[in-house]
């Protein structure tokens, strides 16, 4: 229902950050919670962030509280993942996703993008 496209992934340095980007298409996109996942080589699928309809309401994996910050811009139809102090452990495909509802498991969102490479290095 839902057309997502992530970019911003890219090489890194540890300690670097990197601003990912999920363009989404259609009029509908306000009525949709947003979430965040990565897929490490030989990991399964693990949810890193999410944020309600209205943007008041975040939510984090514990291994990126402090240093991810998911926000989302409705005008834009757009939602953003800063990644600050970033770790070789960070290294994934990140996926960009849409729900109908409150969310973080993965069976819970019916769209998904593409997906994006983050590499971090040392």
């Known amino acids: 229902q839902v057309q997502l496209a992530e970019s911003g992934g890219g090489l890194v340095q540890a300690g670097g950050s990197l601003r990912l980007s999920c363009a989404a298409s259609?009029?509908?996109?306000?009525?949709?919670?947003m979430g965040w996942f990565r897929q490490a080589p030989g990991m399964e699928r693990e949810f890193v962030a999410s944020?309600?309809?209205?943007?008041?309401?975040?939510y984090y994996a514990d291994s990126v509280k402090g240093r991810f910050t998911i926000s989302r811009d409705n005008a834009k139809n757009t939602v953003y993942l800063q990644m600050n102090t970033l770790k070789p452990e960070d290294t994934a495909v990140y996926y960009c996703?849409?729900?109908?509802?409150?969310?973080?498991?993965?069976?819970?969102?019916?769209?998904w993008g593409q997906g994006t490479q983050v590499t971090v290095s040392s």
């Open positions: 259609g009029r509908t996109f306000s009525s949709y919670y």
């Open positions: 944020i309600t309809r209205s943007g008041i309401s975040t």
């Open positions: 996703a849409a729900a109908r509802v409150v969310a973080r498991l993965p069976s819970q969102y019916e769209s």
